[in-house]
């Protein structure tokens, strides 16, 4: 499959200037040349608008040995501005992609030799010369860009120790990526180039800063998150993002970097980079290019699950709700096995908590149903206690960090507690309703010292299905499923303003809480597929993005929380999404 088959999609279908190598492309599990070539090669490809109607030209690939990778420049212009490398004003361009290529070739120099041969057209990677990829096969089917590099750098650092000649290749490599970075860098700032001339630039620029640190590529994340924000600060940029209509080309473009270096962020192990992604700034909005839905982007975030690995006590049977803590746990109540699991970070099981291990065993039922936390990282387990399956009582059990029982709050009688949140005011703010009626329409607020504050809510909730506690002092309730909306309130009950969010399939379960990292709400709820959905809002009820997840969740969703470095993670029966 050739390079220019698989990665076709990233192109535009007419009006285009591109940068690529001709090559074919086998990857095979240490077909390393292959990998690097797929990720180099998508990665500075780019497609250029172009301003007004022109007769194609084409410019023939120079010759080249048989072991030289043959890059060609196809210019495809409708522009009565003439494109041409020659001009003054594309020198560092020109320079910088010089620089890229040679860096490129040295770095395949690392792997030995001749590690990319052309032969007819295709590829024979010296590596992967003894495994022979049978038609049909996952090494036939088109990968993304992403995957293919996250392929280059796990096959990078399988490389048990480099040879004398290998670490010359590799040192030339680098310092020849951080001049193709520092030329692009002087093409990028110079404006007069085009628009498309100076995505071009930074596409470059971003290449070369990942392959420069491609033994240890967190390194480059920070740089090329700040290339993002240079882009979505071009005035061609913000333009067309201003307002429907605006230049789809260039959305297109934008998207299109946005999309790769957010996988490449995502699988390399930057926790949390969606929720602080850079967003193009058009007078107060904030727009993210990718996960926006007036951009009708396809883009899905990779996603992983945990809780139904290990033995049976470590697997969850029903993930009730779900909350973190300061060192990025999460805290998930299961609903069958009546306690409490935590698992850490990347999904693995600690151990588990039973919250009634100290109560007296009588004939009621307990069973779990929520949980919060705060900011010193105690835990707050909502309970119900049932007699023949009628709801009877709902307590409260606070534990310290180290799972500590610190005290036991009995909520009123008749009350029914559905969910609750923690301000830090050791303000418990419990929300649900009667044992006679199932809607939620109230909010109980206690002080977990003193007990029973004050209710409020009863004039404005029907449905409620979350609540929880943003910044300066307010209180949030989700209210409705179907056509859910976020009711504000003080903490003294006093309802502020309103705003409409995301819906959610019917009988399907819509979460939400609030991110104090970057101040923003997070609304979870199910598509028609199954897919994950976790809206982000600004406090005012402004959109900035939505966030779609690549694996496919539970038939409904229990809960939200997102970690401080901005982990999101999503319940959903006996399973739990994160990304």
Request: with cysteine.
């Amino acid at each position: 499959m050739t390079i220019r088959k698989a990665w076709r999609r990233c192109l535009v279908q007419k009006n285009i200037y591109y940068f690529e190598g001709a090559m074919w492309h086998h990857l095979g599990k240490v077909a390393l040349d292959s990998a690097v070539s797929a990720a180099v090669s998508t990665t500075v490809k780019v497609g250029i608008e172009a301003v007004a109607s022109k007769k194609r030209q084409d410019v023939q690939p120079r010759q080249s040995t048989p072991q030289q990778v043959h890059y060609h420049y196809s210019i495809t212009d409708d522009s009565d501005a003439k494109w041409k490398l020659e001009n003054m004003s594309t020198k560092d361009l020109l320079v910088g992609i010089r620089f890229f290529n040679d860096g490129f070739l040295r770095l395949c120099q690392v792997f030995g030799e001749g590690a990319i041969n052309v032969n007819e057209g295709k590829i024979k990677s010296i590596a992967s010369s003894k495994e022979k990829v049978a038609p049909g096969s996952s090494g036939h089917l088109t990968i993304s860009p992403s995957t293919a590099w996250l392929d280059a750098i796990f096959l990078f650092k399988s490389l048990n120790e480099l040879d004398d000649s290998a670490l010359r290749a590799l040192s030339d490599a680098k310092e020849r990526f951080k001049d193709a970075a520092r030329q692009a860098t002087k093409a990028f700032c110079n404006e007069a180039l085009c628009a498309g001339e100076r995505v071009l630039a930074l596409r470059c620029r971003v290449a070369a800063s990942l392959l420069e640190k491609i033994d240890d590529p967190v390194d480059a994340l920070g740089s090329c998150k700040l290339y993002l924000e240079e882009l979505h600060a071009m005035r061609e940029v913000r333009e067309s993002f201003k307002k429907r209509g605006g230049s789809q080309s260039i959305q297109a473009y934008v998207r299109d970097l946005n999309s790769f270096l957010c996988d490449v962020t995502q699988l390399v192990g930057n926790v949390g980079g969606l929720l602080s992604w850079p967003c193009v700034v058009v007078g107060e909005r904030h727009i993210d290019p990718l996960h926006h839905v007036e951009m009708m982007s396809k883009h899905y975030c990779s996603s992983r699950s945990f809780g139904q690995e290990g033995n049976d006590k470590h697997r969850l049977n029903f993930a009730w709700s779900i909350a973190s803590n300061t060192r990025g746990d999460f805290i998930v109540p299961d609903g069958v096995d009546r306690n409490i699991k935590f698992f850490d970070s990347n999904g693995k099981f600690q151990f588990c908590l039973d919250p009634f291990v100290n109560e007296w065993r009588s004939e009621y039922e307990d069973e779990v149903w929520n949980v919060a936390t705060d900011q010193h990282d105690n835990i707050y387990v909502l309970t119900l206690q049932r007699d023949n399956s009628v709801v009877i009582s709902s307590k409260v059990y606070m534990f310290d960090k180290d799972c500590r029982r610190i005290q036991k709050l009995d909520l009123r009688e008749g009350f029914r507690g559905f969910s609750l949140a923690v301000d830090d005011s050791n303000r418990v703010f419990v929300m649900g309703g009667s044992f006679s009626n199932l809607d939620n329409t109230m909010v109980a607020v206690y002080n977990h010292w003193s007990g029973f504050v004050q209710s409020f809510g009863n004039k404005h909730l029907k449905k409620a299905q979350d609540i929880t506690v943003a910044d300066e002092g307010r209180v949030m309730v989700l209210n409705g499923e179907t056509d859910p909306i976020v009711l504000v309130f003080s903490v003294d009950g006093k309802l502020l303003h309103n705003f409409k969010v995301t819906s959610s399939l019917p009988d399907s379960g819509i979460a939400m809480t609030f991110h104090k990292t970057s101040g923003t709400v997070l609304v979870a709820s199910l598509l028609s597929d199954n897919r994950v959905k976790v809206s982000m809002y600004q406090t005012d009820g402004h959109l900035v993005r939505v966030i779609q997840f690549k694996d496919k969740g539970g038939p409904f969703i229990t809960g939200v929380t997102a970690t401080a470095k901005g982990r999101i993670a999503v319940p959903g029966q006996n399973t739990v999404l994160f990304c």
